[in-house]
């Protein structure tokens, strides 16, 4: 059984990475920059994307080219010759402190990474990513890399019980529930700093922000009312647990399957 949940996370894992660079978020220079990762549940290990593939570009990860890692940073199980990432802290000091999560995402999405360094919060201007940037998304000040247990304790305090962290000129780290939800928040979340900065190339800085009353309600309404709709709920429309489900139904069908092996 615990082989059966290792393949079936590092399944998850592997279409991650593909979502990922099929999205845009990991591809161009940024095709081999970022990884996806999953907790094995009730164990102090990890599924996660090494470093040192024959070709490191998320776009080609399989299944087979994933790490096992423990909290400690060791190798439990993977690849030949394959290393744990430059910022594997990154990942084991959230997974420490926050035990509700279970999927861990970094990369380096572009509109994120502006929004990252212009000193202005982003704010809620359209309905993807509405949920994560009501959380408010703060700003990690520090560009270098999350390779020290100081640095990933740092960065994981500044994340706190939010599902979004900015890196300044660096990139991004979303969390959640599960790898799949964990990934679509990135993808969220750079839509959402996308529509930033269209907004701010518009209007300016002060351009009118949305109340967060109004918000709250959308946010709230969408989460517990939308299947209620009578004419969604006469014809069986039933409320997805996740709203990331969606999403990731879609994107997992688009990169159904490696073309390459990566190693």
Request: aromatic residues 6%; charged residues 25%.
């Amino acid at each position: 059984m615990a082989k059966k949940l290792e393949r079936e996370l590092k399944v998850k894992v592997a279409t991650a990475c593909r979502i990922l660079a099929a999205s845009g978020i990991c591809s161009g220079i940024r095709a081999a920059v970022g990884h996806a990762s999953a907790r094995i549940p009730d164990t102090d290990m990890i599924v996660i994307k090494g470093r040192g593939y024959r070709n490191d570009a998320l776009e080609s990860m399989r299944a087979e080219d994933q790490l096992i890692v423990d909290l400690d940073c060791n190798i439990v199980s993977g690849p030949k010759g394959i290393a744990p990432a430059a910022e594997i802290k990154l990942y084991t000091h959230v997974y420490k402190t926050r035990p509700e999560v279970g999927g861990i995402v970094h990369a380096h999405p572009r509109f994120a990474t502006v929004m990252s360094v212009v000193n202005i919060p982003m704010s809620v201007v359209c309905h993807e990513g509405a949920h994560i940037t009501l959380q408010g998304i703060p700003v990690f000040d520090d560009m270098n890399l999350i390779s020290t247990d100081e640095t990933g304790a740092e960065m994981a305090a500044a994340l706190g019980r939010r599902s979004a962290l900015l890196l300044k000129a660096h990139g991004a780290v979303t969390v959640g529930k599960t790898v799949e939800q964990a990934t679509v928040n990135m993808i969220d979340l750079e839509e959402q700093a996308r529509m930033n900065l269209y907004c701010l190339n518009a209007g300016g800085p002060d351009f009118p922000r949305v109340p967060a009353r109004e918000v709250e309600a959308f946010v709230k309404f969408r989460r517990e009312k939308l299947h209620e709709l009578p004419w969604l709920k006469k014809y069986g429309f039933t409320q997805l647990l996740e709203e990331s489900a969606w999403t990731w139904k879609y994107w997992s069908r688009k990169v159904a399957g490696a073309k390459k092996r990566s190693s």
